[in-house]
C-alpha cells in the first residue's frame, strides 16, 4: 500500500520556466512533509520541507504548496536551470510517533531542464 | 566534516555469503536509519535507530539485522544474501531540534547479490 504517491515518474521543462512536481499521501496521520533531490550514484539531500500549519512554504527558487483537504502538496521550482535536473522525492512523517523520524517516500519523479 | 560515510561504496556477493555494511556520521546526531532504494519503489526503511542502544524495524525488515555500535556508527548485515536483496542501500541520520525530521543521506552502496 503506497502511502505516498508521486504519478508522474518523469516531467520534462525548459530552462527558465517553471517546473511544477505533485505528491499525494494517502494516511491522515501524517502532518510533515519534505521533498529531497537525488543526483545519479549520490545520496538523496533534503531540498525544503512544510508542517501542515502551513499551507505555503517558500525557500529562494523553491515553493511547496501543501492542500490538507486534498492530501496533495507540490514543488514549483521558478525559474528552472539546468542543474535542478535530479530524481525529486516526496517524504511524508507523524511527527507524534516518537524520537526517530520515520519518513515514507514516494516513488521520485526526473526532472529534466532543457536548454 | 564528512556527514554520513557509507563503506563499501559497490559490493558483489553470491547467494548465501554474508555482508556488513557500515554506515559512520560525524554530525552528533542521535537517530540513524538503512534504507534501500529499487526501481520504480523510492526508499524503503529496513532498520532504524531512534537512539544509541535501540533499534527497530521499519518496513521492509526480513534477511536484515542491525547493530547500533555507538552514537556515531550503524551497521547493516545481511546473514545469507539473495538476488531479492540486490538494491542500493542508503544510510542516514537525524538530529534534534528545528532540523529534527530532516534526515541527512550517505552517499549509498550498490550491492549486487548473483
Known amino acids: 500500500d503506497q502511502q505516498v504517491k508521486q504519478n508522474s515518474p518523469s516531467l520534462s521543462v525548459q530552462e527558465g520556466r517553471i517546473s511544477i512536481l505533485n505528491c499525494d499521501y494517502t494516511n491522515s496521520m501524517f502532518d510533515y512533509f519534505l521533498w529531497y533531490k537525488k543526483y545519479p550514484a549520490e545520496g538523496p539531500t533534503f531540498l525544503i520541507s512544510i508542517s501542515s500549519i502551513k499551507d505555503k512554504n517558500e525557500d529562494g527558487r523553491f515553493t511547496v504548496f501543501l492542500n490538507k483537504s486534498a492530501k496533495h502538496l507540490s514543488l514549483h521550482i521558478v525559474p528552472s536551470q539546468p542543474g535542478d535536473s535530479a530524481v525529486y522525492f516526496c517524504?511524508?512523517?507523524?511527527?507524534?510517533?516518537?524520537?526517530?523520524?520515520?519518513?515514507?517516500f514516494g516513488t521520485g519523479t526526473r526532472l529534466q531542464v532543457t536548454l | 566534516n564528512a556527514g554520513v560515510t557509507q563503506t563499501p561504496k559497490f559490493q558483489v556477493l553470491k547467494t548465501g555469503q554474508s555482508m556488513t555494511l557500515q554506515c559512520a556520521q560525524d554530525?552528533?546526531?542521535?537517530?540513524m536509519y538503512w534504507y534501500r532504494q529499487d526501481p520504480g519503489m523510492g526508499l524503503r526503511l529496513i532498520y532504524y535507530s531512534a537512539s544509541e542502544g535501540t533499534t527497530d524495524k521499519g518496513e521492509v525488515p526480513n534477511g536484515y539485522n542491525v547493530s547500533r555500535l555507538n552514537k556515531r556508527e550503524f551497521s547493516l548485515r545481511l546473514e545469507s544474501a539473495a538476488p531479492s536483496q540486490t538494491s542500493v542501500y542508503f544510510c542516514a541520520s537525524s538530529g534534534i531540534g528545528d532540523w529534527y525530521y530532516e534526515q541527512y543521506f550517505g552517499p549509498g552502496t550498490r550491492l549486487t547479490v548473483t
Open positions: 517524504a511524508a512523517t507523524n511527527s507524534h510517533t516518537g524520537t526517530a523520524s520515520k519518513l515514507t
Open positions: 554530525m552528533n546526531h542521535n537517530s
